[in-house]
């Protein structure tokens, strides 16, 4: 049932199949496809790996799933070239952790796991070195980005390849935001509280998640606090600083915020709660992905026509952006770590690559800065504010090491937590000392 | 209970609306994923608060959900292999319970009641502890994504289940049961397979059903030990699919929802009457 | 009122099955040793399949599991033994400490609304005369769906701008405003609280349902001539002779309910600030989304002293009930 891949005739969700087992004939169609490959695979050689040879890839369930058919398509071309099986599963995001803790302690599973944000350094003891692989993309395609390679780049070695960084921008309706008196997007946090006043009296407000879930809440709730200049840790990797007055003006500004521009319903929404609520019309102005301008195009026209996107006001220390990054990496328990390898360089090549970059629009940034003036950024005018984000964009933990304590921050919704806090009623400077106590405890000090 | 004396106004107030409010209650939650379930897409971004939220109904009701469930997904593969799983893992658990039980309520025996009390215990040991441990006990034994991972590591909380159930059950049977039995010449176990379990099949089928629902609702060892999709069950498979990044595609989630609920609900129906109709006679008679 | 072991009130109930077994039992007695041994070896064959299958699947990862709470274990390397030192900063960790206070709270309210609920629809059920087949097997549902996907549903039913929940009560004018469902900390846990009793009454009310209907009506009907109203006949005949089956269901619900992990992780994650965290979803974020299995191993673990105690003192009431019956 699922070898059999389904047809892509014009259905609205997705054609492709979660799993595709792709078989190949090895002898006849891998040698004949052979003189088609580009660079990777050495003219000339007979495939080297053995017939029945089984790759597996564990990804999320990608939100645009024209990206996902023709990464299928890719790995179906790949295995077809070296005469073996990949299989390509996929699984909910936030279901990767489990599933990739369970792989390495029980030593099998996916050859290659697909990790997001820096959880790679999470995992670095049971990760192979793929540096071969990044050293070489990174001169082929004009350096990686400090967040793609913060991510992946373990002091001496890359423990993962870093796929693309999901972008990110506030997505907000131009004709509420003109109703209300502004005909462009704010460009300070002061300016976006104002305007976020008004457009919840004409019952319109800005839409924000402060719930425990992956993206939405962190994407903002850092950003607000780099913005007025506080961050977590020291470069040393120990001495907790959030404790500051810039995060305090953070956590008042939000507070304020709260009651004044935002949906007061936040606090338990999810990544997903937003894009519906925006597309109903229920509220102005949100930070997401291009997720919701996507569905837009697809569905609602009407909305498709008044949705633009602006990027991060600036505060007083600057304007920053949390992005989550998606990277590929070996597993050190496969016994195809060669094959693995091999298969990761086909699909971030160039050529390959550029493909799947095309149809993922501008949900995904390419994590080498070769991409940066592609067409695809400029195409639509109103997408090509996603392109720039990743160049302010800074690690989870700043400005210590991407490593485990900072995941450990992250994965207690620490910070979000925080600005919750004082939202539901704490002082602010009690819900920034029990943020920065708990940091400390994770940070030792 | 005669807390209700029959007919009459009384009966309506204490009795009918008191119950219906509750079963409203109760069904409400599956009528609403019915509803959705053959809503169309659009009407599905409509806030509650405007005019046009027709929450009980749709104007415009489609399959497109299902359709999408059968056509995009495996559902009905993930309905076979969860189906399979539960009844063989529900199957183990019976048998190993049943013979457990017997021991435990009937039979002396030198730490009898310390082993009960142990096999109690293992029902506590909490699954978030366990699934990273397993999860080299099923490598070792090279069970990783198929189903037998979880049809032998889903009695580690169903057999103590089944187990304290029929405990309870059997030692509602009177002993003079048995004892009469072999009185006329039947063998302990003659007397067990023969006399006990028949009278012990209410306890046995009310076991089996919640071993049943126990196993057809498990998510992490599911999660973990399965990748194939082909072998997944229905939770994981229906979450995993139709949760995409951050869009919810709430109407196939729901019609998945339902119809993985609605066989077993139909069979369900069937069994409960057998094992509440079993009961009352076992005791009459 | 009266409490279930009331010594009159078991005698009086104690039926004539009973007082022949008490008979038996004094044959039993002079009973040889022979047999005794027979049983023995009879209890070992009928133990074995269930306690092999213990054995490799639970008891050997528990040992592992406890184990990997005394290392500093994290994922993909094998940890130093720190003794006890995971749980000294489980202590003193104030999420944990929220979790923990949460996990009691969830526990006792949801057990004793699920068990007063679902000993008033088996009483109504028991009561019915029509529909009695439908209503029973409609009444299971939500015990069958699989818990992700109707926990789902009712996150759907919560969603802040599509709630239908608060379609209802706002048009039947109970609420002015929208009621943000798993947004407060107190309607956090109160509506994950409700999901879980909705979801697990049933299996109360069928138990309990199944259990009324062993009940002999000549008691009731012996009781009603005394003169006893329907209160009165609830608690002195029904509830006590309902309460080895009520214990046995309680016993598990608690059980499971305390160690309850898809609800909270679908419906919250454990937000708004870790005001609806349970000791399976803390642990599960500890161990899985930081890596750090030693502590999350811990925290698992945290919940097993207390579950045993609360099972240790119902498995002694149960079987004190036994005791009382005038069995064995």
Redesign the interface.
């Known amino acids: ?2 070898e059999q891949r ?1 047809g892509t005739s014009g ?1 609205r ?3 492709v ?3 595709t087992f792709l078989k190949a004939a090895a002898a006849s169609a891998g040698a004949a496809a052979l003189g088609g490959m580009p660079g990777i695979l050495h003219a000339g050689l007979a495939p080297a790996y053995p017939k029945g040879t089984k790759l ?1 890839l ?1 990804q ?4 645009v ?1 024209a990206g996902d058919k023709v990464f299928l398509a890719q790995a179906e071309e790949f295995a077809k070239q070296m005469g073996v099986e990949v ?1 390509v ?5 936030g ?1 990767i952790r ?2 990739t ?2 792989a390495i ?6 050859d290659i796991i697909l990790i997001p944000n820096n959880l790679p350094h999470l995992y670095a003891d049971g990760l192979a070195d793929v540096s071969d692989i990044c050293e070489a993309l990174g001169k082929e395609q004009g350096g990686f980005y400090d967040l793609a390679r913060a991510n992946a780049f373990a002091g001496r070695r890359w423990i993962a390849v870093p796929q693309f960084v999901y972008s990110w921008a506030w997505n907000y309706r131009e004709d509420w935001l003109k109703e209300a008196g502004w005909t462009k997007f704010p460009e300070t946090w002061d300016e976006f509280r104002e305007m976020g006043k008004k457009l919840k009296a004409m019952g319109r407000p800005i839409g924000q998640a402060f719930g425990h879930s992956e ?2 809440p962190n994407n903002y709730v850092y950003a607000l606090v780099w913005g007025f200049g506080g961050y977590e840790v020291e470069k040393d990797g120990k001495t907790v600083v959030l404790d500051k007055k810039g995060t305090l003006e953070a956590i008042k500004y939000n507070t304020a915020l709260w009651k004044e521009a935002l949906d007061e319903s936040g606090l338990s929404w ?3 709660s937003n ?3 925006f ?4 509220m102005s102005v949100t930070g ?2 291009p ?1 919701i301008y996507f ?1 837009a195009r697809d ?2 026209p009407d909305v498709f026509k008044v949705i633009n996107h602006a990027p991060m006001p600036k505060g007083p220390a600057g304007q920053f952006y949390q992005l989550p990054t998606l990277s590929s990496a070996v597993m050190k328990y496969s016994k195809n770590q060669k094959l693995a390898k091999e298969f990761i360089r086909w699909y971030m090549a160039k050529p390959q690559y550029e493909k799947w970059f095309e149809v993922m629009g501008t949900f995904a940034i390419p994590p080498t800065k070769v991409w940066y003036d592609h067409p695809v950024w400029t195409r639509d005018p109103k997408l090509t504010v996603f392109r720039d984000v990743i160049k302010d964009a800074r690690q989870i933990g700043y400005a210590g090491p991407p490593g485990r304590k900072a995941s450990e921050a992250l994965a207690k919704y620490i910070v979000v937590d925080m600005f919750v806090k004082a939202i539901q009623g704490d002082k602010p400077e009690v819900a920034l000392k029990w943020a920065t106590d708990e940091l400390k405890k994770i940070y030792g000090t | ?4 004396s029959s007919g009459g106004w009384r009966r309506w107030f204490y ?1 009918y609306l ?2 219906g409010a ?2 409203i ?3 409400f ?2 009528y ?2 019915a509803v ?1 379930a053959v809503r169309p ?2 009407e ?6 405007r005019p046009n ?1 027709a ?1 009980f109904w749709t104007l415009r009701p489609t399959l497109e959900h299902f359709a ?1 469930l059968f ?4 559902f ?2 993930w309905l076979v292999n969860t189906l399979f799983i539960a009844l063989m893992s529900t199957g ?1 658990s019976l ?3 049943l ?2 039980a ?3 309520a009937r ?4 730490l ?1 009641g310390a ?1 009960g ?1 142990g ?21 070792s034994f090279r069970l ?1 994504d198929t189903p037998w991972a979880l049809i ?2 889903y ?2 909380f169903l ?3 089944c ?3 029929m405990m ?1 059950y059997f ?2 049977i ?3 049961l048995e ?1 009469c039995a072999q009185i006329d010449g039947a063998t ?2 003659q007397a067990m397979v023969r006399i006990v379990f028949p009278v012990a099949m ?1 306890g046995i089928l ?1 076991a089996g059903i ?1 071993a049943f ?1 126990l196993s ?2 498990e ?2 060892y599911a ?2 030990f399965l ?4 072998q997944k069950t ?2 994981v498979g ?4 139709l ?8 109407g196939p ?2 019609a ?2 339902l119809l ?2 609605v066989p ?2 139909f069979i ?2 069937f069994f ?2 057998q ?2 109709s079993a ?2 006679g ?2 009459k008679g | 009122m009266n409490r279930p072991t009331d010594p009159v009130t078991s005698t009086a109930l104690a039926s004539p ?2 007082t ?2 008490a008979l ?2 004094l044959t039993r007695l002079r009973r040889s040793t022979r047999t ?1 041994r ?3 070896l ?3 064959v ?2 074995l ?3 092999t ?2 054995a ?7 040992a ?2 406890i184990r ?1 709470g005394m290392l500093d274990s994290v994922v993909g390397r094998e940890g130093q033994f720190i003794g006890i030192q995971n749980y000294i900063k489980l202590w003193y960790d104030s999420i944990f400490q929220r979790t923990a206070q949460n996990t009691f709270i969830y526990t006792a309210c949801a057990t004793f609304l699920k068990l007063s ?1 679902g000993m ?2 088996a ?6 005369i029509g529909f009695k ?18 926990t ?3 996150k ?2 919560f969603d802040p ?4 929940v ?3 009560l ?1 048009h039947l004018g109970f609420i002015q405003v ?1 009621v943000d469902w798993l947004g407060g900390p107190v309607a956090a846990i109160t509506s994950v609280i409700l999901v879980n009793v ?1 979801r697990g ?3 109360f009310a ?2 309990l ?2 259990g ?3 009940i ?1 009506p000549d008691i ?1 009907e012996a009781a ?1 001539i005394d003169g006893a109203n ?2 009165q ?2 608690w002195r005949v ?1 509830w006590p002779l309902l309460m ?2 009520t214990m ?1 269901v309680v ?2 619900s608690v ?1 499971q309910t305390f ?1 309850d ?2 609800l909270v992780y679908i419906l919250t994650g454990g937000g708004p600030a870790n005001s609806t965290h349970l ?2 979803t803390y ?2 974020q500890i ?1 899985i989304a930081t890596g750090k ?1 030693g502590e ?2 811990a925290a ?2 945290a ?2 002293p207390v ?2 105690l609360v ?2 003192f119902q ?1 002694w009431y149960i079987r004190r009930g ?1 005791g009382g019956k005038g ?2």
């Open positions: 049932m699922a389904r259905k969700w997705t054609s199949p979660r799993r597996h564990l999320w369930l990608n939100f799933p299989t599963e996929r699984i909910g995001m279901d489990t599933r803790t369970a302690e029980a030593k099998s599973g996916p993206n939405d999810d990544d997903a894009n519906r609520a597309l109903a019309g229920s997401n992905s997720s569905v569905k609602f | 209970m005669a807390a209700v009795l008191p119950l509750i079963v209650l109760t069904l939650p599956f609403y994923m959705t897409d659009r599905m971004y409509i806030p509650w608060n939220f929450p999408l056509r995009e997904t495996l009905a593969r183990i048998f190993c319970g013979l457990a017997y021991a435990l039979l002396r025996f030198p009898g082993l009390t096999i109690f215990v293992t029902y506590l040991v909490p699954q978030t502890l366990l699934f990273l441990p397993l999860g080299e006990v099923i490598r990783g032998l590591t009695p580690t057999i103590p289940f187990t304290w159930l309870g030692r509602t009177p002993r003079e004892e302990r176990l209410p009310s919640f629902t057809w609702n998510f992490i999660l973990v990748s194939s999709a082909t229905i939770p229906v979450v995993s699919e949760v995409r990044g951050d869009t919810f595609f709430w989630l729901m998945g929802a993985g609920s077993v609900a369900y129906s409960v009457e094992y509440v009961m009352t076992a005791v | 099955a009973v022949r077994a038996f039992g005794e027979r049983e023995w009879l209890a070992f009928l133990l399949p269930a306690l299958m213990l490799l699947f639970v008891a050997y990862p528990f592992r599991g990997l609920l008033l629809v009483l109504m059920l028991n009561n019915l087949r439908l209503l029973r097997a409609s009444m299971l549902l939500p015990w069958i769906v699989p818990t992700v996907l109707s789902l549903a009712w759907w039913m701008t599509f709630s239908i608060n379609w209802i706002y929208r909705w009454m049933p299996f069928i138990t349902l199944a009324l209907q062993t002999n009731h009603a329907a209160w006949r609830f029904t080895p089956v046995v016993l598990f059980i160690a992990f898809q000791f399976a642990a599960y161990g299995l999350g191993a698992s673990l919940m097993f579950l045993f099972v240790l498995l036994e069995g064995a």
